[in-house]
């Protein structure tokens, strides 16, 4: 049932990408004005280090946007109250696993100048956005599923959020260097 579902999903995906169009630009931290990052937290450790790049970032004046997906029915308690972070359920997903809430429809619109996805996992709800995303510039973790990102991080498996972030934070401080 749950391969029914997903491959739904995927048709519905495919579907919407075959009129999709965006302007890609390439941006820094620097250069950036607009970042979403899409995560999905797996325990408290995750979300405090997400919480930890928020603040990093925030240091570059950047106007940012998150939306988490948490891979469960219910959000904790203990993640519902971080002001600025929004997040979504399996409980507002579509039958074929599509995100149906106004949050996700508002975020995957934004053509922010940077999109980061934060997953170390693959979960459908997140490639959609991510692969919908009117984003100029998306980073994300390298899978053999889809490329939906410009630029992207082959992570080892077993690797932790913390390295991963660190290799995010080197690299955008690298990119466009001489333009910029």
Partial sequence: MQNLKLN????????????FTRIRESHNLETAKTAGILFTPTDQ????QIKQFLTYLGNYKLQIYVLGYIDA??????????KGINLFSRKELSWSMVPKTPVVTDFIDKPFDILLDLSLDDFFPVEYIARLSKSKFKVGRFTSKHSAYDLMFEIESGSNLDAYLDYIKT??????KEAS
């Fill in 8 to 19: 739904a999903g995927k048709r519905n995906l495919n579907k919407r990408l075959r009129q």
């Fill in 45 to 48: 450790l995750s979300f405090e």
């Fill in 73 to 82: 029915k219910i959000i904790p308690e203990s993640f519902l109250f971080w």
């Fill in 171 to 176: 690299y955008l401080n690298l990119i466009n």
